[in-house]
């Protein structure tokens, strides 16, 4: 048989009737029919019924063809027949027509599979489960089968011809696909780096990149005016639903631009993105500040499919006599509310004050949450007899009330907790109330960001990263207060509640870099020691230059409207960061780490990670991932004696007394004296912002431990 004169199963048609065809792929599904053998064969292309006749093939290809299994790999000659009326096959694409075999080659056997590769039933009107409910551990695991799988491989041509659509785009707009290292020194985007130990030079490392962020900035320095790269990025961040330590990025930087070149431009790449998925989303993007998204959705990701918009009505009780809204006005604080619209046969009064108000509410961090039912030409709930009859009129006309509304209302002394809390209600209501239209697409652009945000210790830290523009660059970068109110030149592509990407107007003069730097509290060495080579290039007449990035796994994902971002990954990693595919990540070699000069480092860690685990502070080191400094070792040994001690007591007295609880106050006995901190975002609310369930105050996980 000779490859080269193979044709694809999926695109045999009914004009193929008469000829005589070589196909290879697997085997999708087979089927005995006393003598009669039928073969679903597929290939990337799609399947044909491919059929075994006695009366047609020889007696040694029909006893071979008896033993084929499922996904065996095949090549097979034969002709092209229509299908007898009333046997066609809707389910797949050469639903008239068959193949009658003459030659069959079997080019390599399957074993027994882990979980069913076909999708498709070999009689007309059958539906075969397939793999959508295998474990997806399973499926990471024997990824390459899963990748078989219709689906899967859509999702992947998909990507490509989203990623094909990018290129094309982008070079007709006269940017230039340029790579930047891997192996590279950090980029700050605010999650911790992947590092990479050095053989060459023992006990330096490099940092695989954030983002190319600092070489595409050197890019416009260095006069290429338009860039882009579809760019792997890491961050070594905490895990998240949806997210991958390793993922890609559209990454784009042009010179002499302005915001409205990159809002143009990123319109348009998107609209064309997103028609490969058969969306069509409207244009012009609207746009909304930052300050405004808050103050309306609590959101700086706003997600405008439903309504639902925050009402400001600090001012309607500014004279209350209920005692909690003016105790919690008197400390500076606010009330935002909003009108669910002829809603109330599904809220009951008992499930306003027994489902949101004493259980939702406070797990979303605030105290609590105000309702009214509008029946009958009045307001209703359980305390609406604390509120003049002017307070009440003024807040239906501030809602805009109609019979079948419920207002909720949520006040607080801290703004942060009020948009945060309410923002979260603000979806709860939506998904319970199915208030989100399917199919439905909508992009905005925001704006005018914090240019810093306040820091524990007292200073500040980017809100992007520092290489963003300031609105105005007359400002002390010793004086906090004023950092903090300096917006932006940055500006976020969301949809649908969801961050596809975004970037910034960067800085091109290099006093007002070193003044960010200053401000972020960076010392002259640490400047020097870490951007000395960026600064540098800033010596040399940088154009004025801006660009952004866009999430490509998410932004796939959202236009093929897959369940995770998983499925839009050729080999991803599991939930836990882990590869189930190769075992990554794994413990090396001592003789590995002494070749990269890490047995040593200062001669005073125990490094985790190693495979070495004999020693029992080591083996602790390693599984909890703490280095132990030398002159800890000996405490760790000393707790670890006096645990011993306590694990063979509590044995010795087991079914003699009750068990022991609790041995000793709780306290750090391996790190005396340090105490546990707790944040000021905790009590704000800021803190469980993005969780993505809570339970009490507390984050809800997903398991990960076995
Ligand atoms: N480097 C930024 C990021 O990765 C995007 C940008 O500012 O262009 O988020």
Redesign the pocket.
């Known amino acids: 048989m000779r490859f080269s004169q193979r044709v694809f199963c999926g695109r045999l048609t009914a004009n193929d009737v008469g000829q005589k065809v070589l196909l290879a792929g697997w085997v999708d599904a087979f089927r005995d029919h006393g003598g009669l053998l039928f073969v679903h064969l597929r290939d990337r292309s799609g399947i044909v019924q491919i059929v075994f006749s006695p009366e047609v093939a020889s007696a040694d290809v029909c006893q071979r063809a008896a033993s084929l299994r499922s996904e065996y790999c095949i090549a097979v000659g034969g002709a092209v027949r229509a299908r007898l009326p009333g046997t066609e096959n809707p389910h797949i694409e050469t639903s008239g027509i068959e193949v009658f075999v003459t030659e069959l080659t079997v080019l390599a056997e399957s074993d027994a599979l882990p979980f069913a590769v076909s999708s498709k039933g070999m009689v007309a009107g059958a539906v075969s489960s397939g793999a959508d409910n295998v474990a997806e551990e399973l499926r990471l695991q024997y990824r390459y089968l899963d990748i078989r799988r219709p689906s899967m491989r859509d999702n992947l041509v998909a990507r490509h011809r989203i990623f094909q659509c990018v290129r094309e785009f982008l070079d007709s707009r006269g940017f230039v696909e340029v790579e930047t290292p891997v192996l590279t020194a950090s ?1 700050p ?1 605010g999650a911790r780096d992947y590092l990479v130990p050095s053989r060459v030079h023992p006990k330096s490392f490099y940092a695989l990149p ?4 600092l070489f ?1 900035q050197l890019l416009m320095v260095g006069g290429m005016e338009r860039y882009f790269q579809l760019a792997r ?1 890491f961050r070594d961040e905490d895990l998240r639903p949806n997210r991958q330590p390793e993922f890609t ?1 559209l ?3 042009a010179s002499f631009i302005d915001e409205e070149f990159l809002y143009e431009l990123l319109e348009e790449l998107t609209v064309k993105m997103f028609a490969i998925g058969n969306i069509a989303v409207p244009r012009p993007f609207p746009r909304m500040t930052y300050a405004e998204a808050m103050d309306t959705t609590g959101s700086d990701r706003p997600d405008l499919r439903f309504g639902l918009r925050f009402v400001d009505v600090t001012d309607v009780f500014a004279r209350t006599n209920y005692a909690i809204f003016r105790q919690i006005l008197q400390r500076g604080g606010c009330i935002k509310g909003i009108n669910v619209k002829g809603q109330s046969d599904k809220l009951s009064k008992n499930v306003l004050q027994n489902e949101y108000a004493k259980e939702i509410v406070p797990s979303f961090g605030a105290k609590g949450m105000t309702w009214m039912r509008a029946e009958g030409g009045k307001l209703e709930s359980n305390i609406v007899q604390f509120f003049g009859p002017e307070e009440l009129a003024l807040l239906r006309r501030r809602f805009d009330v109609a019979d079948g509304d419920v207002l909720l209302m949520i006040a607080d002394p801290s703004y942060a907790v009020v948009t945060s809390a309410l923002g979260q209600l603000r979806l709860h209501l939506a998904n319970r109330l199915g208030l989100i239209p399917a199919d439905s697409f909508r992009p905005v652009w925001i704006t005018e960001f914090p240019l810093f945000e306040a820091t524990e210790e007292g200073g500040v830290t980017s809100s ?2 520092p ?2 523009a300031p609105d105005r660059t007359d400002f002390d970068p010793k004086n906090v207060e004023e950092l903090l109110k300096l917006r932006s030149r ?1 500006y976020d592509l969301v949809m649908n509640g969801e961050e596809l ?4 107007i ?1 800085i091109n003069k290099r006093d007002l870099q070193r003044k960010i730097f200053t401000a972020l509290g960076l010392t002259e060495e640490d400047i020097k020691a870490r951007f000395g080579f960026f600064l540098r290039a800033f010596d040399f007449g940088a154009p004025p230059h801006g ?3 866009l999430g490509m796994d998410r932004t796939v994902s959202m236009i093929l409207q897959t369940p995770s971002i998983r499925e839009v990954i050729a080999f991803p990693k599991n939930r836990s960061a882990a590869c189930p595919l190769t075992g990554a990540p794994s413990t090396v070699k001592r003789e590995q780490l002494a070749e990269l000069g890490l047995l040593d480092l200062g001669g005073s860690v125990v490094l985790p990670g190693t495979a070495e685990k004999q020693d029992r502070v080591d083996r602790l080191s390693w599984l909890s991932r703490i280095g132990v400094a030398a002159e800890e070792r000996a405490l760790v040994e000393a707790v670890l004696d006096e645990s011993g001690q306590l694990a063979r007591l509590a044995g010795e007295r087991a079914g003699q007394e009750q068990p022991v609880y609790s041995v000793a106050p709780v306290a750090n006995r391996t790190r005396p004296g340090t105490e546990a901190k707790r944040s000021p975002l905790a009590a704000s609310g800021q803190l469980l912002k993005s969780a993505p369930a809570l339970k009490g105050s507390y984050y809800k996980v997903v398991s990960i431990l076995d």
């Open positions: 980029t985007e954030q983002s190319p962020q595409k990025c990025q990454d784009i930087e992007h990263h290489f963003t940055a990407g975004g970037g910034s960067r660009g952004l990035a």
